[in-house]
C-alpha cells in the first residue's frame, strides 16, 4: 500500500504540478527497470511559463532575466518527496566574474552555486525541505546580481540583473508495481 501511495504521488506531483494548463509537459521514461523516471519541463521563453514566478521580467528569446536581489519560483509538487530540478541558464547580468548566489527551498538552503552561464545547473531537493502539502518555494538569491550600466554606461537598463532563465525540469521517479 505505501508503495502505491508513493506511485500516485509522484505521478501526481509530475503531472499535475502547474496550477495552469497546458504550459508544461509532463512525461514518463520507459525502460526495463522498476523504476519509473517522471519529469516536467517549463519553458521560461513562452507566456505563461506554467508556474508562478516573482522577480522574473516578462518573455524574451532567451529566457526570462531575474530583477534584484531575489527572484522565487512557486511549484507544488507530491507532498514530502524529493526532485531533482535542472535550470537551463542562457546569460547572467554580471561581467567578467561569475554570478554567485544560493538556491533556497521553503527556507532551507539546498545549493550554492557560481556560474558562468551557458550551462545548466542542476539542484537536488530532499523530501525534508518539500512542503506536507507539496509546496517548493524556489528562492534564487543573488550575491552579486548588478546593473548592465555597470558594465557599458550607454546601457539604461535599470533593472538589477542576475540570470536569464531559459528553462527548468523537475525530475522524480517513482517505483513500478
Known sequence: MKRIMYVF??????CCCSTKENTTTSSESNNDSKVNYLYSTYDFTQEPV?????????????????????????????????FTAKFDISMIGVVGEPLVFDVNVNGNVVSHVSTNGGEPIFVNVSKECVGVDGSARIFFIFK????PAKYNPENKDPRKLGLALRGMTVYGYSLKN
Open 50 to 82: 506554467g508556474c508562478d514566478i516573482y522577480g522574473f521580467s516578462g518573455n524574451e528569446s532567451f529566457g526570462r532575466w531575474t530583477y534584484g536581489d531575489t527572484a522565487i519560483i512557486d511549484l507544488k509538487t507530491a507532498p514530502l518527496a524529493e
Open 9 to 14: 504521488g509522484m505521478v501526481l506531483a509530475l
Open 144 to 147: 552579486n546580481a548588478s546593473v
